[in-house]
């Protein structure tokens, strides 16, 4: 009997999702079905599947759609993943999403486990994959002897060239940049309990290097804390979790941040056209363009030679260029700045890097373990992002169907019997983490 699976979303990360979906469709025995207020581009280059184009807000109609399903993909914004997740138990419909697991969705645990259906959370990259991949290094080591430290970094980058120094556009949601980091981080460093500020989050900095040609700034992002518990780590010395940029990404943003340009919950006071100079030196009583440069220099403690100074300048933050202001916060109008150079263009080439650092004791020597992924996109839609967010969906999706596998209940990607041969299939897919042990 086919099966219906009801695609709600068909934003940046939905393109390899989709496309392996279809290209496997005959072989599942699954019709898919695709739901965006918005038509994408993509969609002309992938068969066997049908396109509806409905308002992601008519609750009546995407009603319609969710019954008689075997599984929903959820890639609508988080906030909307509740919403979905009530019609999925009210029609015992199956549900999977690439998003963090809350405390709201969690409270529908009983009534998914009720109707004999199940939500799978946080199967996409981050989180996602970092689960898969940590959780069997994790299991591993556990036999061998006891874990010291775990420190996980994954960053969605640009293949560095000479025509972006920030090394990096938006490949998913742009506000969810702008505000990443808005929490502050919580993290455990040698038996200590760290919480940094917002302010700080950009300038505490690991140098993360996976050869002499590719070298990474890691910063800490959320709570890490909420993971020794679900990884089984409770004894743990050093946890941390975070993200990973090009070097000078986090110093030039580090001044965005501390600007105040990143605001999401403050109104800019003048409205019209304003040059990219007054918003970047809103809150500086300055006026001349080599003023704020040299309050830049002296407050942040950089140079016009540096990676941050260059990031800046290339983006336009002292240029006369304008933007509007009308009705906007702060996010909104950088958001708009940034737009006008972080876009992926045809030719784009983006990044995805994923490390995990191990150090452990076994037969009383201290071992490091560090686990890597580095994955390249081809263009523009069929980005490394795309590939590492959809794919695990995908391919979860086919284990389930391929092995008439059964669960109930809302679920993280922890068992063994899901991150084993989730990681083998993506393995085949070009999603491959090298491992190195060394002394330490």
């Given at each position: 009997?086919?099966?219906?699976i009801l695609i709600?979303?068909?934003?940046?990360?939905?393109?390899?999702?989709?496309?392996?979906?279809?290209?496997?469709?005959?072989?599942?025995?699954?019709?898919?079905?695709?739901?965006?207020?918005?038509?994408?581009?993509?969609?002309?280059?992938?068969?066997?599947?049908?396109?509806?184009?409905?308002?992601?807000?008519?609750?009546?109609?995407?009603?319609?759609?969710?019954?008689?399903?075997?599984?929903?993909?959820?890639?609508?914004?988080?906030?909307?993943?509740?919403?979905?997740?009530?019609?999925?138990?009210?029609?015992?419909?199956?549900?999977?999403?690439?998003?963090?697991?809350?405390?709201?969705?969690?409270?529908?645990?009983?009534?998914?486990?009720?109707?004999?259906?199940?939500?799978?959370?946080?199967?996409?990259?981050?989180?996602?994959?970092?689960?898969?991949?940590?959780?069997?290094?994790?299991?591993?080591?556990?036999?061998?002897?006891?874990?010291?430290?775990?420190?996980?970094?994954?960053?969605?980058?640009?293949?560095?060239?000479?025509?972006?120094?920030?090394?990096?556009?938006?490949?998913?949601?742009?506000?969810?940049?702008?505000?990443?980091?808005?929490?502050?981080?919580?993290?455990?460093?040698?038996?200590?309990?760290?919480?940094?500020?917002?302010?700080?989050?950009?300038?505490?900095?690991?140098?993360?290097?996976?050869?002499?040609?590719?070298?990474?700034?890691?910063?800490?992002?959320?709570?890490?804390?909420?993971?020794?518990?679900?990884?089984?780590?409770?004894?743990?010395?050093?946890?941390?979790?975070?993200?990973?940029?090009?070097?000078?990404?986090?110093?030039?943003?580090?001044?965005?941040?501390?600007?105040?340009?990143?605001?999401?919950?403050?109104?800019?006071?003048?409205?019209?056209?304003i040059s990219y100079?007054?918003?970047?030196?809103?809150?500086?009583?300055?006026?001349?363009?080599?003023?704020?440069?040299?309050?830049?220099?002296?407050?942040?403690?950089?140079?016009?030679?540096?990676?941050?100074?260059?990031?800046?300048?290339?983006?336009?933050?002292?240029?006369?260029?304008?933007?509007?202001?009308?009705?906007?916060?702060?996010?909104?109008?950088?958001?708009?700045?940034?737009?006008?150079?972080?876009?992926?263009?045809?030719?784009?080439?983006?990044?995805?890097?994923?490390?995990?650092?191990?150090?452990?004791?076994?037969?009383?020597?201290?071992?490091?373990?560090?686990?890597?992924?580095?994955?390249?996109?081809?263009?523009?839609?069929?980005?490394?992002?795309?590939?590492?967010?959809?794919?695990?969906?995908?391919?979860?999706?086919e284990i389930i169907?391929?092995?008439?596998?059964?669960?109930?209940?809302?679920?993280?990607?922890?068992?063994?019997?899901?991150?084993?041969?989730?990681?083998?299939?993506?393995?085949?897919?070009?999603?491959?983490?090298?491992?190195?042990?060394?002394?330490?």
């Amino acid at each position: 009997m086919t099966k219906t699976i009801l695609i709600l979303g068909a934003g940046k990360s939905a393109y390899n999702l989709i496309s392996y979906l279809s290209d496997n469709s005959q072989k599942l025995e699954i019709e898919i079905k695709l739901i965006s207020d918005k038509t994408p581009e993509y969609i002309k280059e992938i068969k066997n599947i049908k396109f509806l184009r409905i308002d992601i807000s008519d609750k009546i109609q995407i009603s319609k759609q969710i019954n008689g399903a075997y599984i929903v993909v959820s890639l609508l914004p988080p906030f909307l993943h509740y919403k979905v997740a009530l019609i999925c138990t009210e029609y015992s419909v199956n549900m999977i999403t690439a998003s963090y697991l809350d405390d709201k969705i969690k409270s529908l645990n009983k009534k998914f486990k009720k109707n004999s259906c199940f939500l799978f959370m946080e199967m996409g990259l981050d989180p996602g994959i970092d689960h898969l991949s940590a959780k069997k290094v994790i299991d591993n080591l556990n036999n061998k002897g006891e874990i010291i430290s775990f420190e996980s970094y994954t960053g969605g980058l640009m293949k560095k060239d000479n025509k972006n120094p920030w090394g990096y556009k938006f490949t998913w949601n742009p506000m969810n940049v702008i505000k990443a980091g808005i929490d502050g981080s919580k993290y455990l460093k040698n038996g200590n309990l760290i919480n940094i500020p917002y302010e700080k989050v950009f300038s505490d900095l690991k140098e993360i290097k996976l050869s002499k040609s590719h070298t990474y700034e890691g910063y800490p992002n959320r709570d890490s804390l909420k993971y020794k518990k679900l990884y089984g780590l409770e004894k743990i010395n050093t946890l941390i979790r975070g993200t990973l940029r090009h070097p000078g990404f986090c110093k030039a943003w580090n001044i965005l941040v501390n600007l105040g340009l990143t605001d999401d919950s403050k109104f800019f006071k003048k409205e019209g056209k304003i040059s990219y100079l007054d918003f970047f030196k809103h809150k500086i009583n300055l006026d001349s363009y080599q003023s704020v440069k040299n309050y830049v220099r002296e407050r942040f403690s950089i140079d016009e030679s540096s990676q941050a100074f260059k990031n800046l300048s290339w983006s336009n933050f002292f240029s006369k260029q304008t933007v509007s202001s009308i009705n906007k916060k702060h996010s909104e109008i950088l958001l708009e700045i940034l737009k006008d150079k972080w876009s992926l263009e045809k030719h784009d080439i983006d990044l995805v890097v994923m490390y995990h650092s191990f150090i452990y004791r076994e037969k009383n020597n201290l071992k490091k373990l560090e686990s890597f992924m580095r994955l390249e996109g081809t263009n523009n839609f069929d980005t490394a992002m795309s590939k590492t967010v959809g794919l695990p969906i995908a391919l979860l999706i086919e284990i389930i169907i391929t092995n008439n596998l059964k669960f109930k209940g809302v679920l993280l990607p922890f068992d063994k019997i899901i991150y084993d041969p989730l990681l083998e299939k993506l393995s085949d897919n070009g999603i491959i983490f090298e491992n190195r042990v060394s002394k330490t």
